[in-house]
C-alpha cells in the first residue's frame, strides 16, 4: 500500500469517527422533554407547521453533517 493511499485511508477513518462523536454529542445536548411539558409547548406556542414563512428561518442548510 503506497503512502498516499494510507494517509486517504486514515483521513476517511478520522473523518467517520469525529461525525459518529459529533452526532453522540448532539444527542447528549438535546435536553429531555416529557409528554407532559411537550403538550404545554404546543398549547403555548403552537405547531411549527402552523408558523408563517417569515416567522421563522430555516437553518438546514447552515448545518452540513
Not at 478520522?14 to 444527542?27: M, N, S
Amino acid at each position: 500500500m503506497e503512502i498516499q493511499e494510507l494517509k486517504a485511508l486514515i483521513e476517511e477513518s478520522i473523518r467517520e469517527v469525529l461525525r459518529e462523536e459529533r452526532l453522540l454529542l448532539c444527542q447528549v445536548l438535546i435536553p429531555y422533554v416529557s409528554e407532559k411539558e411537550q403538550k404545554e409547548l404546543n398549547t403555548e406556542f403552537g405547531s411549527p407547521l402552523d408558523y408563517e414563512d417569515d416567522e421563522s428561518v430555516d437553518m438546514t442548510d447552515w448545518v452540513k453533517l
